[in-house]
């Protein structure tokens, strides 16, 4: 994988910010944009910007094409059966709370279990508690492991015949743990549980193959995956989603209105009341074909040999924390002694290099790794060996800072 051609279609990441060369390793919170997605996006507002479905007119024509082509590439790109399991929403964040009203509201009663566990973004935390709350089914955790794991055998003791919803993320974004989905699908199948996937931290990464997992429901964002905000994909099993009401009412997703009942339009456009987000699946669209011309094996190979050499190089810092697994996706999420994880990221800024630094959306993970907060340095496909370095330097600079300050 030629990284340095990459970086090249990245034209943010060619700036100095505070005199250094931007370093930039906060992708678990957004992906940078190559030029091309930049360019769908500027080309769709500048040549084709219309309504889609509605007009009979030539821009609306061509909006619908590139909107509904869309809808197919991501319908490729994690293998689901048919366009009509693939429902455009914001964001991860949408699309898990569209399972949890549509689905888990209307199908739980008191004496039913949902299934998540500690490291769950507040995404898949929330809208579950909720959940729990409205329909008095019992919230359940599978526990971790002391490297922030899951055990198979933990799983098969927590799910249960009482237990009809699991919800777990596929990529952790504090521990960088890569959870065995597709056993825990198994499991949860075997107990007549859905089965529900944020894979915001995922999709991004790595082949995703929602036949293959099995899974019921696999919720991602565009932002993470060099596509623009705004924009992001449900997949459910298409007889799940027949079952389910939308969430949404007005436009776009009717079929028939009439003074005191209306019913709706066949999926998926069901679930997409109003406008859509014509220029964000545009540029989704742009970006998986970016992500597929490099090829996500590729870029999961890639991440992991900085994942690797960044925990190799972090040892060698003196009083540095690492949380999470040996083995996990690429970023590191990690605390120095005595020094506030702000005040890390507010030093490595001044360098040039940009980190994450609070509870990450995972407060209960905080707990549990017994943190207030936390520093992380997440990797995507443009950054190098270099960048893992610079970002070395920069802990050894902020130990060396606050050492002399204390």
Partial sequence: MDVKAIREQFPILHQKVNGHPLVYLDSSA??????????????????????????????????????EGAREKVRKFINANS?????????????INTVAYSYARAKLKEGDEIVITPMEHHSNLIPWQQAAKATGAALKYIPLQHDGTVSLDDVRETV??????????????????????????????ENDAVMVVDGAQGAPHMKVDVNDLNCDFYAFSGHKMCAPTGIGVLYGKQELLEEMEPVEFGGEMIDLVNLYDSTWKELPWKFEGGTPIIAGAVGLAAAIDFLNEIGLDNITAHEQKLADYTMEKLRTIDGISVYGPEKRAALVTFNLDDVHPHDAATVLDAEGIAVRAGHHCAQPLMKW????????????????????DRLVAGLLKTKEYFGDVF
Avoid: C
């Fill in 369 to 388: 790794l017994e943190v207030s907060a936390t520093a992380r340095a997440s990797f995507y496909l443009y950054n190098t060996e270099e960048d893992v």
């Fill in 30 to 67: 957004t992906s940078q944009k190559p030029q091309q997605v930049i360019d769908a996006v500027d080309a769709y507002y500048r040549e084709n910007n219309s309504n889609v479905h509605r007009g009979v007119h030539t821009l609306g024509s061509r909006a619908t094409d590139q909107y």
């Fill in 83 to 95: 366009t009509a399991e693939v429902i455009f929403t914001r964001g991860t964040t949408t699309s």
């Fill in 160 to 189: 249960t015949k009482n237990t009809k919803m699991v919800a777990m993320t596929h990529v952790s974004n504090v521990l960088g743990t890569v959870n065995p989905i597709k056993e825990i699908t198994d499991i949860a199948h």
